[in-house]
């Protein structure tokens, strides 16, 4: 049975808080699952590859996208433009595939704006002291933008109602913070409300 249109699924959460490690585990879970790449003037992390991790562009051409009404939203954080592509959330989207992103904590409520229907999952690290270990642990920015990102999650935890679920990603259990979102995705897939008319028609029939 056909359930329509695919679901939007939107994972955000301070950075630190584990969102790239689990989006990805869960991919490879469910292969099926769509992954919005995001547009970003940030230079690439070693190891980043164009089109994989973030489409890498100038900030020229960043402007020039937004002009064109490009990005479904778009968000200055921490010196750098990052945007979520509108072309191929809408066409996957139609074409029937659920589709997951990992925008920060503006970016998702612009995004549940768009699409009311989409299901917005706040990530969380067990202890906030935790965010700046993982920050630190994986060498990628500086002491300044360590405490900056900090200053931003701090901000960023004032939205969680806004949200439709929590994960707590405990520190060492990363299996179980995967398992979590993977029971959401599932469950989300059921509900009443995502089936057309027609098909909740012909259960009725049956
Ligand atoms: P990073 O530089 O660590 O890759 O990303 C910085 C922050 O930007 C993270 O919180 C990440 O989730 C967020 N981000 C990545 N892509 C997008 C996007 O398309 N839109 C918004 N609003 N935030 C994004």
Redesign the pocket.
Known sequence: MKAGPGLLFVV?G??GAG??TLVEALRERMPRLRYSV???T?APRAGEMEGEH?FFITRAEFERRMGEDGFL???E??G?L???PRDYVERTLADGYDLI????V???L?IKEAHPGAVLIFLVPDRFSNLRERLLARRTETNEEIASRLEIAHQEMKFIRNFDYIVVNEQGRSEDAIRDLQAILQAERFRIHRYGDDSLKNIELT
Do not use: V
């Open positions: 955000s301070p950075s969102k790239d995001s547009a970003t940030r973030y939203e778009s968000r954080y921490n750098n990052y945007g979520t992103m990992k925008p920060e503006n970016g998702a612009r």
